[in-house]
């Protein structure tokens, strides 16, 4: 057998094999030539395609443009404006401040299609032009003026040249999702840049230019993923070892089912980390059930010598120095923005609650169903003089107070339910829940507030009260663990073991003492005590995946926590338990006074509130 001498490819066969990695698929295509136009420092740019892009991709921006000279020369390989030698002629890769610079989108994009591309500097006299054809370029030619200073590409026939690449596309509606997708997160990155897409028989998306601050990123924001985030994201704003991360977050119980809704962009790059996604989890695993995901938008800036951005020819992947800075900044700026949201959930729920109502025209339902019961005191309830009368229906009790009785605001323990009388003092209109004014079915509190209604589901907010007060007492006293009498020893593997005992301290931290037990087995000597009865085994091997997957010690944590949850919600009030006046109001002040009580454990809300216009629109007031 004869052994082939090696040859050098051709540069068109390069290309092509170049465009495998960087073109996907048409929203790849526009991906590539926006970034682009963003860094030539445009303020406008359109984009049209038909067919879902198979058959025709334009974009036109007004970005500075390229001269006569340098078109030729953008459409080679590794040509490109964006990297600059040093005096020493070396070039630095780790210190990049565009979106694009390896110089290799343009080559790759016209190696598979017929492309033309037409550009003009600010003060020419006419434009230039030059079209390639599956990678063969004509010569530059003049071209009628743009009107303004900039480029416009358009790419035709996409994949004509490499047709087993055609046959990997999906449906023009998928690949027109896609495309919606890509513009909107170059879009929230840029608020500074106006945007328009579609095809020419319907605009899908038009985004006029806003200012570039964060009021200007909100309005953007809320342009792109609908006025309910911008009513119910709270804003995200921390700094720490020169790294900074702001952006907005959605509260709890503004969630969503998967993680589609994450958006998160690193120096204006938007990227689909594993860490950073990690990271986002880990800040809400506390508020959220596991098959439920929160709403974000996040901006991280880093310093560039401290990120990768060339991991990847498509650029969505980056690689941080410190990671766990960068975790930890983005689970505390997290967790510190829900705190400052203190007990407030999110206005779908009230929204949600009034479009069912009007949907089903529970009201008038009501009216033509209802049939009165006697009133009857029931025996073994005290009522405090002129403080409330119970009124016994058929299936539920209700509580109501007279709105004139001195209000007694008491003191109120939800680990053990016990209430200390305080001294009488008016009523006081201003609380953000209102004052109880009744108790349904003996699960729900109805209180009074300035403006309209709140309706409390007593144990889903008690649970959460309980929840944090105990996670402030194990956070004091630290936390108790159990020594096995016989220890444990888990086979993990030899990566696996490695990689667990590497974060020992941290889970000692968390009450989990394990040693090295020869070559990729673990012993473990000491357990949370809250943890009760352990699967060591389980939990060792989960644990290990977790940091695996995302470097992060989830899996214990969440254990942990979710014991704290369920003992929280054993030892709170129950459905089904009357209340009195002074523990239904003190129920609503410890929520106002705790982090987080606009939802339980489990990510549902504790209360809906309802605006009094919305109550009289109901009812044909307004």
Not at 277 to 294: E, M, N, S, T
């Amino acid at each position: 057998m004869i052994r082939p001498s090696i040859q050098k490819l051709p540069a068109q066969t390069v290309n092509r094999i170049a465009a495998g990695e960087v073109v996907e698929r048409p929203a790849s295509v526009i991906k590539e030539l926006v970034e682009n136009a963003i860094d030539a420092g445009a303020t406008q740019i359109d984009i049209r395609y038909e067919d879902g892009g198979r058959t025709l991709i334009v974009v036109s921006d007004d970005g500075h443009g390229m001269s006569a000279a340098d078109i030729p020369v953008a459409l080679e390989r590794h040509a490109t404006s964006k990297l600059r030698a040093s005096e020493t002629g070396e070039w630095d890769l780790l210190n990049i401040a565009s979106l694009g610079f390896r110089g290799e989108a343009l080559p790759s994009i016209a190696s598979v299609s017929r492309l033309s591309l037409t550009s003009q500097i600010a003060d020419a006299n006419e434009a230039a032009e030059i079209k390639v054809d599956g990678g063969i370029a004509s010569s530059v030619r003049p071209a009628p003026r743009l009107g303004l200073p900039g480029t416009r590409i358009e790419v035709r026939d996409l994949f004509y040249a490499t047709p087993a690449r055609l046959k990997f596309l999906k449906t023009e509606r998928s690949e027109s999702l896609a495309i919606s997708d890509i513009v909107k997160r170059l879009a929230m990155a840029n608020p500074g840049v106006g945007f328009t897409s579609g095809s020419q028989a319907r605009t899908s998306l038009k985004l006029p230019r806003q200012a570039n601050d964060d009021d200007g990123r909100l309005a953007r924001l809320a342009a792109v993923l609908g006025q309910d985030f911008g009513a119910n994201a709270v804003p995200v704003d921390q700094m720490r070892d020169g790294i900074r991360l702001s952006g907005y977050a959605g509260l709890p119980t503004f969630s969503r089912g998967n993680t589609q809704h994450q958006f998160l962009f690193v120096n204006g790059r938007p990227v689909r980390d594993r860490l950073l996604l990690g990271a986002i989890r880990g800040a809400y695993q506390d508020f959220l059930a596991r098959d439920r995901h929160p709403v974000a938008a996040l901006y991280l800036d880093v310093p560039p010598e401290q990120v990768d951005v060339n991991v990847h020819p498509a650029k969505t992947e980056v690689r941080f120095r410190a990671p766990g800075v960068v975790r930890g900044l983005i689970v505390s700026a997290l967790r510190h923005a829900l705190a400052e949201a203190g007990h407030r959930a999110s206005t779908t729920v009230s929204d949600y609650a009034l479009g069912r109502i009007q949907a089903g025209q529970g009201v008038y339902q009501y009216q033509r169903d209802y049939t009165p019961q006697p009133y009857a005191a029931h025996p073994d309830k005290h009522l405090a003089p002129g403080m409330q009368t119970l009124l016994d229906g058929q299936s539920a009790r209700v509580e109501v107070h007279d709105p004139a009785y001195t209000y007694v605001a008491p003191a109120f323990d939800p680990l053990t339910g016990e209430i200390t009388p305080a001294a009488a003092q008016p009523i006081n209109n201003d609380y953000p829940l209102g004052l109880a004014r009744a108790q349904l079915h003996e699960t729900y509190v109805v209180a009074q507030t300035a403006d309209g209604i709140v309706i409390v589901d007593q144990h889903a907010a008690h649970e959460r009260l309980v929840y944090e007060r105990m996670k402030d007492a194990m956070r004091g006293e630290g936390v108790v663990r159990q020594t096995m009498l016989i220890p444990d020893i888990v086979e993990l593997g030899e990566s696996d073991a490695a990689r667990v005992l590497a974060r020992a301290d941290e889970l000692a931290e968390m009450g989990l003492i394990l040693e090295p037990f020869g070559v990729g087995a673990v012993l473990v000597r000491e357990t949370p005590a809250l943890l009760g009865k352990v699967d060591a085994q389980g939990l060792l091997r989960d644990l290990a995946d977790d940091l695996s997957e995302y470097d992060e010690a989830l899996s214990l944590k969440e254990r942990f926590e979710h014991v704290c949850g369920t003992m929280a919600c054993h030892g709170s009030v129950r459905a089904g338990r009357r209340l009195t006046g002074e523990e239904m109001n003190a129920l609503l002040r410890q929520m106002e006074a705790t982090p987080h009580s606009g939802q339980c454990n489990h990510g549902r809300p504790t209360y809906v509130e309802l605006k009094l216009a919305d109550i009289e629109r109901l009812f044909g007031r307004r």
